[in-house]
């Protein structure tokens, strides 16, 4: 009996001989935060009350404050961040741009179409 495709997966390859890959849009944003973080400057992930309420509760999202959109072969990134008190905001963005360009395309194979940057707020607290 198959499984049911689940919203918000995408196939990213099928070989008829083994199966097939599908992705979910929550490992997309993910993989988008997590390359986002790792940027100098980035002191944080912004995002909703209702996210924000979730880590403080120590739950850990690693997709706050990504809005991905997949169709077929291609993605859309929408990230929120907090920036470092002192960091130049567009070396930073440009920097966030393309390290999520260039996880999201190497860990899936899907071509990233815009990652749109937003500067939520910035953070005066030192390194941590």
């Known amino acids: 009996m198959a499984e049911p495709e689940k919203s918000g997966a ?15 849009d929550e490992v997309v944003a993910i993989i988008a935060g997590l ?6 400057g980035v002191a944080s992930m912004a995002g909703n009350i209702t996210n924000e309420l979730v880590g403080r509760l120590g739950m850990k999202n690693l997709s706050k ?15 929120s961040l907090n920036i ?12 966030v741009q393309e390290k999520v360009r260039a996880a999201i395309e190497s860990m899936t194979g899907l071509t990233v179409l815009d990652v749109n940057v937003r500067i939520a707020g910035v953070s005066m607290e030192g390194e941590s």
Do not use: C, L
Not at 10 to 24: F, L
Not at 65 to 79: F, N
């Open 10 to 24: 995408h196939e990213v390859y099928q070989d008829k001989k083994i199966g097939e890959v599908q992705i979910a």
């Open 35 to 40: 390359a986002a973080t790792e940027v100098e």
């Open 65 to 79: 404050g990504v809005k991905v959109e997949v169709t077929e072969d291609h993605v859309s990134v929408d990230i």
């Open 84 to 95: 470092r008190f002192g960091y130049n905001i567009p070396q930073v963005s440009e920097t």
